[in-house]
Structure formats: structure tokens, C-alpha cells
């Protein structure tokens, strides 16, 4: 994937998700800007002033422990957002709603390959 194959993710996934009022930048970054190794991607947000940064890691780089796809990472952390008055900090709900996170994108972005000529209007 390219950085503006991103970009083409990010601009139809944003409008898709209704944050088009949000200034969000969508880049690919190697694992050392992660948390963790094993994260696919990250969210960095200023939720006053609605912009975001999203981080994402290259399908099959660092350590792989749930298979994803980079546009299941941007969806992932662009759910976030509509997420982000609802932060877990604590176990387990933080790993029940991430689990929810992902199960959503997945299911978003199949469904967007189902349609394969899907478009927003």
C-alpha cells in the first residue's frame, strides 16, 4: 500500500464515519513510533481541537499477533474518536473495547469489499 493509497483510505473512511469536521493526517510509521511492537497501528488525538494523527504500520512488519490490513488499522483508530469520551483505562473493559473496536472495523471494511463499488456521496 501506498501513502496515497492511505490518504484515498482516510478521506473515504472519515467522510464514511461522519468526522469530516475533524483534521485528522494518516501516515505509515516503522514500530519503534508505537507503543508496543505488536500494535498496528496508534492514535494520537487532540479531541478539543478535533485533529488526529494516525499511525500505521505496514501489514506484515514488527509482530503480528491478530492479522489486519492497514485499512482495518486507519478504521480502527478513526472509530476511536467516536470512542474517545468512553476511554477505558482499566482491565478488562480497555481489552473489551478494543476487541469491540476491531470486530467493528473488520466487519466495516468486509463489508466495504462485498460492494465493490461502493462510494460515499
Known sequence: MTDSDLQALLAFWQKTLRLQDWQIIARFCDTTELTD???YGNLRVRPHQKNAVILIR???EGEDPIPHTEEEAC???LLHLHFNHFEVTTE???TAQEQAINLIAG???ELKRQIPDLTIS
Do not use: N, R, Y
Request: glycine share 14%; aromatic share 0%; charged share 15%.
Open 107 to 109: 466487519a466495516l471494511v
Open 37 to 39: 511492537s505488536s500494535d
Open 92 to 94: 478488562p473493559g480497555h
Open 75 to 77: 478504521v480502527h483508530e
Open 58 to 60: 505496514h501489514q506484515g
